[in-house]
């Protein structure tokens, strides 16, 4: 939303069948900018500097460290409002407690039980940022109810969400195997 508000700047997001994708044009054609993701997935915005021959960092978005990718590893979520900010999912532990008491919490959290398909039941999140969906599958023509149906028929089915949240949802997307990049908004 933030981006929204620049000046001489139009931007539009784009979702099809084909893509997914920000794009950006400046209306001052006369200088230069480019828009990144570093490794820790800070995105930023430079200008180039003709007078300095270098870029300046003008814009960059990363609230809290909650916003930085994969902070917390798999199964586990990141929520600004506990000490310490990553917690492992109900029904997960530590995946290397010394790790993790040490505040290495890469390793993220493994399940308590094993797996016990297709008995395990799911458990309801709310507010929550959806994971990364590297290893998702989207099908926007079933809703809900027939999207956990989908997921509980895929034993190494680990999450399930509405692809688009307005208007009581509609679509579906499954994660397979391990989820990272959680963060939870309850009091955000």
Request: charged share 25%.
């Amino acid at each position: 939303p933030e981006m929204q508000e620049w000046d001489n700047v139009i931007s539009s997001f784009t979702e099809n069948k084909a893509e997914v994708a920000y794009t950006f044009r400046l209306i001052n054609h006369s200088f230069y900018s480019r828009l990144t993701i570093n490794s820790e997935g800070l995105l930023q915005s430079f200008t180039w500097i003709p007078e300095n021959q270098e870029w300046d960092m003008f814009w960059f978005e990363s609230k809290d460290e909650c916003d930085l990718y994969e902070k917390c590893g798999p199964y586990a979520y990141c929520d600004m409002n506990t000490l310490p900010v990553c917690n492992c999912m109900e029904g997960f532990n530590p995946r290397i407690p010394q790790e993790w008491a040490l505040g290495d919490v890469a390793g993220g959290c493994e399940r308590k039980t094993l797996l016990n398909c297709p008995e395990d039941k799911f458990v309801r999140l709310s507010k929550m940022k959806l994971p990364a969906t590297t290893a998702a599958i989207v099908d926007k023509r079933i809703g809900l109810k027939d999207c956990e149906v989908k997921c509980a028929k895929i034993c190494n089915c680990t999450a399930y969400a509405n692809t688009n949240i307005q208007n009581g949802g509609s679509g579906c997307v499954i994660w397979i195997g391990e989820f990272t990049d959680i963060r939870n908004y309850a009091n955000a």
